[in-house]
């Protein structure tokens, strides 16, 4: 197994067989090689990015997720752009330089709005990066939305494998709308950051792969993967939850697939173990995205239950994370934490 990690380390590369091997393997070593590359790359500093869910209304229904439209249960809200702009606010405050505004696919924010949105916060603090996850967007809203300012962009395909995609999502979603989209991203000069669900029903180790290998093709700046964690109020609600030892290890081959890739330690993995997201920078992650969302709106932004960082203020949030990195001897920096190669 040493002998596969060390030329996967070299090559950046394995065949499909030798993927699924070092995927399911149980030798810590993965891990210590992929924390030692984060820290060759990045010592021992984790860049922070602020997280907004300003909205929970979704015209979407995949089936994994707590937001879907079909969840009748789902308690809805939108932050006005004044409360977006407080967030930003007491976010800059704390030391974040970037800020994702994230949501569900929500027809109420359309161009003009979001490009005001992009422009406030642009204007307001010109030092940091703003990064969208809207979900799918035609060309021209998304270059709109590059030309008033936004940096980045998160946009998980969740799965690479057709198949699979389509028991994740209902037929009027398609894995090629998705594909295209994050293309049109990287054309018109986002950091774009793709990523998808360990564990979500149906998923095999080949589709893994198939996500590796998407992944190598596009090249993206940054990519998120997490534990798929069952919502009650959805058509998976009583589906098993995403191995850790799986996620985690999928975490640390991305790092060695590209040493210089920003990849979250996300708020899923610390859902699933409460000392996830320690375990996730220790297997390669260099990224924390802390919750700016206001009090009020947390609880109903609600992806899966057990959601963690519900009922704290920004500040705590800030607070709880900065002692945990440091007690895996890792350093929280005030840094947009932009994406470069060399
Ligand atoms: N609507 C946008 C989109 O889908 O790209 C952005 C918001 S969406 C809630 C952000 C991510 O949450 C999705 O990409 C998905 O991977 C993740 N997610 C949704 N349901 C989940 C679940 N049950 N367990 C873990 N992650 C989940
Ligand atoms: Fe909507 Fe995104 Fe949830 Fe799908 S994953 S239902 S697009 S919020």
Redesign the pocket.
Known sequence: MRELIDRLERDRLLTRDEFKAVLVCEDKYLHERAKAVRERVFGNKIYMRGLIEFTSY?K?N?Y????RTGNTDAQRYRLTKDEILSCCAEGYELGFRTFVL????DPYYTDEILVDIVRAIKYDYADCAVTL???ERDYKSLKRLRDAGADRY???Q?TSNEEHYAMLHPSDMMLSDRQKCLKNLKEIGYQVGC???IGSPGQTLDCIVDDLLFIKDLDPAMVGI??????SS?P?AGEKRGDLQLTLNTLAVLRLINPHLLIPATT?LGSLEPTGREMGVLAGANVVMPNLSPEYAREKYM??DNKICTDESAQLCRGCIGRRMNSIGCEIVVDRGDYSDV
């Open positions: 979704c979407r995949c994994y997720c707590g937001l994230q949501g569900g696919e996850s809207l979900g998160l946009l998980r969740e990523g998808f669900l997490g534990p798929f964690i069952p919502h959805t998976f899923a992806l899966y």
